[in-house]
């Protein structure tokens, strides 16, 4: 133990934390992969021992949702959050700050899976979304229609395994009958089938509960599409749309942060048994 305090000051001091500014000490439980984040528990619990800090668990999809107020410190609640990224598709409510409702999730694939899965599929690399998003470019979204899934329900929950199942067969298909496969096309029709989705989702949401501030927040956010789009359809339906910049949609210490700064300043924070959760 005595060991694990040294090394994790003089960690902190070697990346020029002064150990003297550090409030209190921010991490992720959950949800997640068990391992990970126990690793990531026990450190920080860890440098708030060795600190004499207070210890304040975030959730990571908290931490998606509050990104936005790094960058914009005038959102108002109530709002509505879509969260989107490798791990999760939500729509939650949040009436104040800390107090959150989920409106619908996703039932089985995530939509940054989604794209992930697509480009492995096509053997284009990893992580997909921005692969994709980049040959998306040179393609047309309405090259082929690919289904928009459960649009045509009144709930708000996700489902995206269909989606990639279409794009899977029309790909097996051109392959079967020898024609060209645009992958271009393919890209930008897939990713527009993506986008419509989350669009129609979180306005149906937003129109459900009278809400006029859209709060985004997950690595598919910095898909420049999403946001093009987006904006559009919060301008045209007198609807405030929150965006955090692009670095700050994808994992990054500095959302757990701002959840963590928080909770603290309602006078929060956890105990030492303080444990991972994973769904
Ligand atoms: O939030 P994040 O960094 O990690 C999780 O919490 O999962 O999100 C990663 C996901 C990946 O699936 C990645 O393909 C997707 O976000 N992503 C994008 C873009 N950039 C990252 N999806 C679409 N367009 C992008 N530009
Ligand atoms: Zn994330």
Same mark, same amino acid.
């Given at each position: ?15 020029? +934390? ?15 992969? %068990? ?9 920080? %619990? ?37 969260? +989107? ?12 700050? *800390?107090?959150?409702?989920?409106? *619908? ?14 480009? %492995? ?43 990639? &199942?279409?794009?899977?067969?029309? +790909? ?24 419509? &989705? ?21 690595? +598919? ?44 300043? %309602? ?13």
């Amino acid at each position: 133990m005595k060991y694990i305090l040294v090394t994790c000051k003089e960690a902190l001091e070697k990346a020029g +934390v002064i150990l003297e500014d550090i409030d209190a000490i921010a991490v992720v439980n959950g949800p997640g992969l %068990k391992g990970s984040l126990l690793v990531g528990l026990s450190f920080a %619990k860890a440098i708030a021992f060795a600190l004499n800090k207070p210890l304040i668990g975030v959730n990571h999809i908290e931490g998606h949702i509050y990104a936005n107020f790094l960058d914009n410190k005038k959102i108002e609640t109530p709002f509505i959050s879509l969260i +989107v990224s490798g791990g999760h598709t939500s729509l939650i409510l949040v009436e104040e700050i *800390g107090q959150h409702k989920v409106l *619908g999730k996703t039932r089985d694939d995530a939509a940054g899976e989604v794209f992930d899965k697509i480009a %492995k599929y096509l053997d284009l690399g990893y992580p997909g979304g921005p692969i994709i998003e980049k040959i998306a470019l040179n393609g047309k979204k309405d090259a082929i229609i690919f289904p928009r899934p459960l649009t045509k329900t009144s709930n708000l929950d996700f489902s995206f395994s269909g989606l990639k &199942t279409a794009v899977i067969y029309f +790909v097996r298909e051109k392959i079967k009958t020898k024609e060209k496969l645009q992958i271009e096309n393919i890209c930008a029709s897939f990713q527009q089938a993506v986008i419509d &989705t989350l669009i129609h989702k979180t306005l149906s949401a937003a129109n459900k509960y009278n809400i006029k501030n859209i709060v985004i927040g997950g690595g +598919v956010a910095a898909n420049e599409c999403l946001r093009k789009t987006m904006l559009e359809t919060g301008k045209l339906n007198n609807i405030m749309v929150y965006f955090p910049s692009k670095e700050l949609c994808t994992d990054n210490a500095a959302m757990i942060g701002v959840v963590g700064y928080y909770k603290l300043s %309602k006078g929060f924070s956890d105990s030492f048994d303080l444990d991972v959760f994973t769904g």
